[in-house]
């Protein structure tokens, strides 16, 4: 199957700082990922669809300027979350999409997990 | 706007064949079901997919009723590496494939 990668998987930071995280395709190119949120002991939250070369589509509800989405080669997208505070601590998973015929794959990436002090 | 209900939460020997239920009475013709599963602090993963016709792999057996309103996903044999939440997934097969997760199924096998 095919492989996907984030980093990095724990990061803890200090209010006001920026966090990068990104995710991979290791074994195959994928002109669409997904950024989804996860609280704890909630289900995961898409928050956006990061589209090779061009701007993200994000959700309703999901800031674009707090979260900013940049997929600048077929194997990478990167999640920025701005100025941090720690109700932004959460469990971040990327996937990116396979298209197999006549239907879509996903697979996704290990998560990180950002804390906030 | 929840496309599927699952119940909250299942338990199941090691051994036995696990069968999580799943309603989706308002699917429409060109949508899928999915099934992912995550465990604790992992990304989902894929287990099987199907649109009509029931399907089986190394993972699961997926048999969907003949009105295509409910599904059930069978684990033939649950181990303990099973336990997960389990989250059933209606889905066009469009160009964009996005996921939109319930709440899904917690299934806890115990010895």
């Known amino acids: 199957g095919a492989v996907v990668s984030q980093h990095p998987s724990r990061v803890i930071c200090k209010s006001g700082t920026s966090v990068k995280i990104e995710c991979r395709s290791l074994d195959f190119q994928a002109t669409t990922m997904f950024w989804y949120r996860q609280f704890p002991k909630k289900s995961l939250m898409l928050m956006a669809t990061?589209?090779?070369?061009?701007?993200?589509?994000?959700e309703q509800g999901v800031e674009k300027d707090k979260f900013l989405i940049n997929h600048a080669s077929l194997t990478l997208s990167t999640l920025t979350v701005t100025s941090a505070h720690p109700e932004d601590s959460s469990f971040y998973i990327c996937?990116?999409?396979?298209?197999?015929?006549?239907?879509?794959?996903?697979?996704f990436g290990p998560g990180t997990r950002l804390t906030v002090l | 706007d929840a496309k599927t209900t699952q119940p909250p939460s299942m338990d199941c020997a090691e051994g036995r064949a696990a069968n999580l239920p799943c309603n989706h009475s308002t699917i429409s013709g060109n949508e899928y079901v999915y099934w992912y599963r995550q465990i604790h602090s992992q990304g989902p993963q894929y287990i099987i997919h199907g649109l009509k016709n029931n399907e089986t792999n190394e993972m699961a057996s997926l048999i969907i009723t003949e009105d295509r309103k409910s599904s059930t996903l069978i684990l033939p044999h649950a181990t303990l590496r099973d336990t997960a939440v389990y989250y059933c997934i209606v889905r066009e097969t469009d160009s964009w494939g996005k996921l939109q997760f319930g709440a899904g199924t917690q299934v806890v096998v115990t010895p």
């Open positions: 990061s589209n090779e070369g061009s701007k993200a589509t994000y």
């Open positions: 996937s990116a999409r396979v298209r197999r015929e006549i239907y879509n794959e996903q697979f």
